[in-house]
């Protein structure tokens, strides 16, 4: 399951509970595949990416769950061409496989090197880093910063991410085949800002408490709201970076937002829904909780 580091850097990063594995993952080909390769095939070597504070620790370990690298691996060793695995045509087309999952800034470089006497096919490249799921028609979608579509999918709240709702516009796919176009972004009003706003509620104390934002009222007013993890609500405004006319500055907002987490220990004040947009708290007493916003 995909779970919030929201202190690493204020980057949103993947918990413990993915299975985390090693930084090099060597996959030997195997099976059917095997008995036609040359009697000393070469091994795939995958440099996974890894949590931002192990970055150059001899020990440090992906984010990347188990499931997913297992997927990947498989996908470059299809692509491997039997007769000749170390040819530039296997190489190419590696490559292009892998950069086609929308996991890579770029394409990633696949390269033939010799390890220990031995063939290795080694993968390496820009990771890109998940930040939230964007739910649209009762899925939710894994997307990283810029709100580019990255290849998971899971039922409402399964991902342990956190949400965008709200969302009007379909996933990007391609133009001919209607397949999901992974690595492009998601067009639509307010995702970015939304994005940019979990980001920055992501490096404050009361963290835990924020579960998503929804941005169903952005392409009128341009306001987003932020959704707690007991699906209450705080009109939070226009963008981090662009807060609306008459609106007080984003510093002032997240003052406010401590305040009230110092004083009730709650962002929401214990209430179904506030507004903080002004200089001001203003509670709305007729206000219901969206029972249904997060699933959590």
Do not use: C
Not at 81 to 95: H, Q, R, T, Y
Not at 120 to 125: A, K, L, M, P, R
Not at 154 to 160: L, Q, V, W
């Amino acid at each position: 399951m995909w779970m919030r580091l929201a202190s690493i850097v204020g980057m949103f990063l993947i918990g413990g509970t993915l299975g985390l594995g090693a930084l090099f993952v060597l996959g030997k080909v195997e099976g059917a595949t095997a008995v036609r390769l040359a009697k000393s095939p070469p091994m795939l070597v995958i440099h996974w990416p890894v949590l931002a504070t192990d970055a150059s620790s001899a020990s440090a370990v992906t984010w990347m769950p188990a499931t997913l690298r297992s997927e990947l691996e498989s996908l470059a060793i299809g692509k491997i061409v039997v007769d000749d695995p170390l040819s530039g045509a296997s190489l190419a087309g590696i490559g292009e496989a892998m950069a086609a999952t929308g996991w890579f800034e770029g394409k990633p470089l696949v390269r033939r090197v010799y390890r220990n006497n031995r063939s290795v096919i080694d993968v390496s490249g820009d990771w890109r880093v998940p930040v939230a799921v964007v739910r649209y028609d009762d899925l939710d979608y894994l997307v990283s910063k810029g709100g580019r579509l990255l290849p998971a999918r899971y039922s409402p709240g399964a991902s342990g991410m956190p949400v965008v709702l709200g969302v009007g516009d379909p996933p990007p796919a391609d133009r001919e085949s209607g397949r999901l176009a992974f690595g492009q972004p998601w067009s639509g009003s307010g995702i970015g800002e939304a994005l940019e706003l979990l980001r920055l509620m992501s490096m404050m104390p009361f963290s835990a408490q924020v579960a998503g934002v929804d941005i169903s009222r952005h392409g009128r007013t341009g306001q987003l709201e932020i959704v707690t993890d007991r699906s209450t609500r705080i009109l939070w405004g226009g963008g981090p970076d662009r807060p609306l006319p008459g609106e007080i500055r984003t510093e002032g907002k997240i003052a406010l937002l401590l305040d009230i987490a110092r004083r009730y220990g709650r962002i929401d004040a214990g209430q179904p829904r506030i507004e903080i947009f002004s200089d001001r708290v203003v509670i709305d007493r007729t206000a219901s909780a969206a029972v249904n916003a997060t699933n959590q």
